[in-house]
């Protein structure tokens, strides 16, 4: 009994430590993400969102326009912790893509992989496109995935465990998950739906299962009641995304082709192992899982979702099909650092499309060489430079060129002179890069900026960004050209010509604010 005691520890120790050193290694990767997100957080500027959710920050409130209340608290806090550089406002962005890789790794551990399994899921993450660049400046997006990811391990372990009493861990993150983004109700809806559909049903009848939907319930109320009292502006600004045709509509096939390039294209075959690994491979089990893919991606298509709303749930798959290309090739282990090459060098390939790894001159040169591109998602005119980097030139430029031309005011115009912004990016631009300068905060009609209001301004005189002059002069007495702005590489609605606008035609900011409401 002693020699078959010693020998199955002496069995056991090896695949212990495989595990424990698969660890270290996913650990590894994740220090490789933060650093290489750190190291490029300088080379573009601020994106045109990241803007508006600093000046949301300067608002702090339960709810915006169009968003929930975390991320406009994550800019407050990244700004009073730890100042206004980039390396400051991207720190909580660049750590939760460490932690997407670490969770990965918990996933695969609790399935069942070990130390390979571990780490293609934590480089098929650490590749993703999608994740690299959501996570490259300070949004929602950054976080999601994570809360989705720490969500479904809770599952797993319930699963696994037969253990209801982990519920309340699944209520918080959601609750958390739902004063990050309101899509989160899609992943828990998912989750519910699926789990009725298995065996696994009987693991949510019980106490621990409500108080779950009590706790998510109790945290997500603060910003349900400021959507009530403020006659739900969400669904307001999604109706009309929807009704002016911004957003480029897909067919199921596109959308899921979008998410496949964002999620690497060599790393379909892996995920879609994971589907089947879960639906009705090894992973059986956990088919739960498996189903809340596919309702998560059903309630997107049905609801006009965009295309990248899904991506936060590829991590489970990732992990599911890690541990299924461990199990089946034991054989043939060749295959394995043959196949996370490939991972590696696809993803390398195509990140610098994606991600702001490459000077714009070297950026152009790459593009022509490889004949990658960004998809589209908005019906928005680009310039020389894809949207999501267009996005992130032009405003510092901006707000330089509104300071001069507000400074060589007399003091008494200057005074009175407002500065209003027609998209929450040129009101952004002003509020975070005006104080440099002494310009006074910007006024907007555009998202949260409106409920902001106009910070006594009458409209008496008003430099004015990204208009016409056509509809100026309907409304003013006088309205003068200041100055040309436009950064070669900005969006095409950045390019225009700055006005003074004097004398309104019979009305004050204060009589017209209602109209100047610009939910889209």
């Known amino acids: 009994m002693t020699a078959i005691s010693v020998s199955t520890t002496n069995n056991a120790a090896p695949a212990e430590a495989t595990t424990q050193s698969g660890t270290a290694i996913v650990a590894m990767i994740a220090a490789v993400n933060f650093a290489f997100h750190m190291a490029t957080a300088t080379l573009y500027g601020f994106f045109i969102d990241e803007i508006y959710f600093l000046a949301c920050g300067q608002h702090l409130d339960w709810g915006y326009v169009d968003m929930p209340p975390l991320t406009a608290f994550q800019a407050w806090l990244a700004r009073h912790l730890f100042g206004d550089s980039p ?8 750590l939760a893509s460490a932690g997407l890789v670490l969770l990965a790794g918990a996933i695969v551990r609790e399935l069942g992989g070990g130390r390979f399994a571990q780490i293609l ?98 945290i997500f109320l603060p910003n349900l009641v400021w959507e009530i009292r403020h006659g739900f502006p969400h669904l307001e600004l999604l109706r009309n995304i929807k009704r002016n045709g911004r957003d480029v509509q897909m067919n199921p096939a596109v959308f899921l082709l979008w998410d496949v390039l964002l999620a690497n294209p060599v790393t379909a075959p892996l995920w879609i192992a994971g589907l089947v690994s879960l639906l009705a491979g090894s992973l059986k089990k956990y088919r739960a899982l498996g189903l809340t893919w596919i309702i998560a991606y059903v309630v997107l298509i049905l609801a006009h979702g965009r295309f990248y709303y899904l991506l936060p749930a590829f991590v489970i798959l990732f992990a599911a ?13 060749w295959i ?60 510092p430029e901006m707000a330089a060129t509104v300071a001069r031309v507000y400074n060589s005011l007399p003091p008494d115009v200057r005074a009175k002179t407002a500065i209003f912004g027609n998209d929450y990016g040129e009101s952004g631009a002003i509020d975070f890069y005006g104080p440099r300068y002494g310009l006074p905060k910007s ?68 009589s017209a604010w209602s109209q100047l409401k610009k939910f889209q």
């Open 87 to 94: 390396y400051s406002i991207r720190l909580f962005p660049a």
């Open 443 to 510: 006024i907007g009609g555009h998202l949260s900026n409106w409920y902001w209001g106009p910070r006594g301004y009458t409209g008496e005189s008003v430099l004015v960004l990204g208009d016409d002059r056509k509809t100026l002069e309907r409304e003013f007495e006088i309205v003068r050209p200041m100055a040309e702005i436009g950064h070669p590489y900005a969006m095409a609605q950045e390019h225009f010509t700055l006005y003074l606008a004097q004398k309104p035609r019979g009305w004050t900011f204060q």
């Open 321 to 333: 099909g890690a541990v299924a290309m461990e199990r089946t090739t034991v054989a043939r282990t």
């Open 121 to 218: 899921a934590a480089l098929a993450v650490l590749l993703a496109p999608g994740y690299l660049v959501f996570c490259s400046y300070l949004s929602m997006n950054a976080i999601e995935p994570l809360i989705w990811s720490g969500c479904a391990l809770v599952v797993i372990r319930i699963i696994r465990r037969d253990e209801p009493r982990l519920w309340p861990w699944f209520g918080l993150l959601s609750g958390i998950g739902l004063l990050n983004k309101h899509t989160m109700l899609v992943f828990g809806f998912a989750v519910v739906v699926a789990l009725l559909l298995t065996p696994d049903r009987r693991l949510m009848f019980n106490r621990w299962f409500v108080l779950a939907g009590a706790i998510a319930f109790v």
């Open 336 to 395: 394995r650092p043959a196949y996370a090459a490939l991972v590696v060098v696809v993803g390398a390939l195509i990140a610098p499309t994606l991600v702001p790894v490459l000077p714009p001159a070297a950026y152009f040169r790459y593009v022509q060489m490889t004949h990658l591109a960004q998809p589209q998602f908005e019906h928005r005119r680009t310039t020389s430079m894809p949207q999501l980097f267009a996005d992130r030139f032009g405003w």
